[in-house]
């Protein structure tokens, strides 16, 4: 592949997220670091709409998009079932690629996509495989690895995240035939609103050795997906983490706790502190002659600098100079995408099975529990729910 000052791009699936990404991709376009040369959707007239504002082509079918030439990369934004197939249409042609998240629905799928990938670069070695994971931008998770990585914490103990700042109400879910749906969306809120919290939680520290779930269906809403969940995972250094999420919670909670044996660091409501112990907290236990003694420790407020870049843009900014470049940083990887949709897959087969699921997980078993969900569906939105 040749190095462009500016890439020739096309936006596949118009929809809420596509949408931003023209937005962005609009920027870089007045920069002069893209060049937008068409823009796909299965919906008509939402084709129509952007080619007429942004003066390019419409396609209807990706493959005919795809094909024209002189087309160098995507972006993807269509409905999770959709991602691999468009992907690995586009990596066969040697067309880079910046995938929505999740990278699919489960995990057979997402292997297909990364092979397909991989089997491409043997042709074309400089193909790029980037994935939204915006969240890894944001100055206060950027600063939770930091220290993570510092070893300030010492030896890991626990990382708590509760996050139910994902309040839904039952007219979100009756505002697409697709929503909330095992054919339409593959899942809940592990699959629409929670990848960011899978990856995020993997970036932090790694893959656990041993997951737990427990998953209510349609507890809250009339749907036949999840909307709430509790995860617990053991890790091969004994670290344990737990996970809670849920669409049903307002005012909602956005806490993240992580224990190490130095201490403790706290996110939560745009304020980071940490709690720095004197001593090894292993080591107290175990040298203390005080039955009701504890480690002394101070607490200090983490300054955190919100003015950095952060967000899609920034994802796209990389993704596009790695095609410039012919290599280059990206935010996430393509292929990482695998790794926080194990967790949450693995964490539906836990609860599906009421057992503890040990990586790696059975993909067949998820995968084949999924078209029986599929399959078995008894769910219809009535005609008055459909918007």
Known sequence: MTIHKNVKIAVVGVGAMGSGHIKFLRQLQTAGKVEIVGVCDVIKDKADKFAEELHVPAFYNHIELLDQPGLEAITVAVPHYD????????????????????IAVHLNDAKKMVAAYERSKETYPELVFAIMFQERTYPFHKKLKEIVESGKLGKLIRATWINTQWFRPQFYYDSGDWRATWAGEGGGILTNQCPHNMDLYQWLFGMPAKISGFVNIGKYHNIEVEDEVTAYFEHENG?????????????????????????????????????????????????????????????????????????????IEKFISAIQNGGGELVAHGTEGINGLTLANAIMQSSFTESKIVLPMDADAYENKLKELIHTSKYVKSPIMQL
């Open 239 to 315: 670290m344990i983490g737990h996970f809670i999420a849920t669409t049903a919670e307002t005012p909602g909670t956005n806490r993240f706790e992580i224990v190490g044996e130095h201490g403790k660091l706290v996110y939560e409501n745009e304020k980071m502190v940490m709690y720095q112990n004197q001593m090894s907290v292993f080591d107290f236990i175990l040298e203390s002659k005080s039955k009701f003694g504890n480690v002394e420790s101070w607490y200090t407020e983490i300054p955190v600098d919100i003015t950095k870049p952060q967000g899609h843009l920034v994802v």
């Open 83 to 102: 991602h691999p197939s468009i992907a690995i249409d586009a990596f066969n042609r040697g067309i880079h690629v910046l995938c929505e998240k999740p």
